[in-house]
C-alpha cells in the first residue's frame, strides 16, 4: 500500500507546470495543462510552506507595526521606544519550548533586522528553534474613494525589491492583511480591490522566494448573524482565488490566513464552537483546493480560549489542509499583561506565552480540553477597527 508521504506528493503539479508560463507554449508535444509560476523558488516554497504547516504547530503573529506596538505597550503603562518594542520581542522569541508549538514568526519590519537585548539576531533566535521567519510586507489601510468607509490595502510599489531584500535577511514568508467590513457593504468593488490586491502580492512574493500569507480579514464587527458572515466569506474567498488563478498563483505554495465564520461581534445570537466549526469548515470546502497546504487563522478579536476552542472543534476529523493558528492578539494577550514592563515578571509572561502556544498545539491535533483556564484568557479582545 502507498504511503502517506507518497499519496501526498501525488497532489504536487509536475516541475514543468511550474515553470512561469507567461510566454505562450508552441511546442505542442509538451503542451501545459494548468499554468501557475513561481520560477527558480517552486520546490522551496512548497517545503517552507510545508515547514510551517507541520503538525501541531501553528504561527505567532508578532508583527504589529511601531505604531500599534506603541498601543500595546500603553496598555501597560510603557512608552513606545526601540528599547521596551527589542524588550518585548526578545520576550516573545526567546523561550526555549517555544519551537515544540510555532512553526513561523511574522514580524515587522523593524525585528526582521533587530537583535534581542543579548545582541543576537532575533531571525537566528527563530531559526536555531526550526521557527520560519516571516514578514508583513503590507503598507496599512487607507480609506477606498467613493465608498462607505471602506478601505483598500497599499504597499504594490516596491513589493518586488523589498520581497527581495527581507529574503536575503532571512524572511520566507510574507503577509498581506487586508480587510472586508460587512457592516459597510461589503461592496463589490472593495471585494474586488482586497482579492485583486492579495493575488498580486501573493505572485510577487512567490517570484522572490517567500510563501504568501493570504490575509483577507473579514472583520468581527457588526450586528450580523453567522449566516451573513458565510455569505460574505463565501463572496470574497471566490473571489481571491479567481484573481491568485489569473496571476498563476502556485497553490501548492500558500498559506492562507482567514478570519473564522462567526456570527458579528455585536450579534446577540452566539456560536458554539461546534457551530463555527460547522460554518467555518463548510465554507473551505467549497472554497479552498486541497493543493492549499496550510490555513493558519487569525483570532480576530475572540478571546484566547475561544480562538483556542473554535481550533479545536474544526480539528475533530481528518480534512484535506492543515488546519492551525496565526495568532496575534490569542497568542500574546496574557503573555504581555503578565510582563507588565518589568524584568522580574519576563519568566511568568513567557509560560503564558508558552501555556497558550501549547493549548492551540493541542486544539491543531484536536486534543485541547479547555480545562483550567484563567479568567484573562476568557476575556473577549474585539476592538472596533483594530489595525496592524
Ligand atoms: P489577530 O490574531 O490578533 O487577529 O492577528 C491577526 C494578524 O493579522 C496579525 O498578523
Known sequence: MASATLLKSSFLPRKTEWLNTA????????????????GSYADELVKTAKTIASPGRGILAMDESNATCGKRLAS????????????????LVTPTELGNYISGAILFEETLYQSTTDGKKIVDVLVEQKIVPGIKVDKGLVPLAGSNDESWCQGLDGLASRCAAYYQQGARFAKWRTVVSIPNGPSALAVKEAAWGLARYAAISQDNGLVPIVEPEILLDGHHGIERTFEVAQKVWAEVFFYMAENNVMFEGILLKPSMVTPG????????????AEYTLKLLKRRIPPAVPGIMFLSGGQSEVEATLNLNAMNQSPNPWHISFSYARALQNTCLKTWGGRPENVKAAQDALLLRAKANSLAQLGKYSGEGESAEAKKGMFVKN???
Do not use: D, H, M
Not at 23 to 38: H, L, M, Q
Not at 265 to 276: D, F, G, I, M, N
Open 23 to 38: 510566454r505562450p507554449n508552441t511546442n505542442k508535444s509538451s503542451a501545459v495543462v494548468f499554468s501557475v509560476r513561481a
Open 76 to 91: 501597560i503603562g510603557l512608552e513606545n521606544t526601540e528599547a521596551n518594542r527589542q524588550a518585548y520581542r526578545t520576550l
Open 265 to 276: 461581534a455585536e450579534c446577540e445570537e452566539k456560536a458554539t464552537p461546534e457551530q463555527v
Open 386 to 388: 483594530w489595525s496592524y
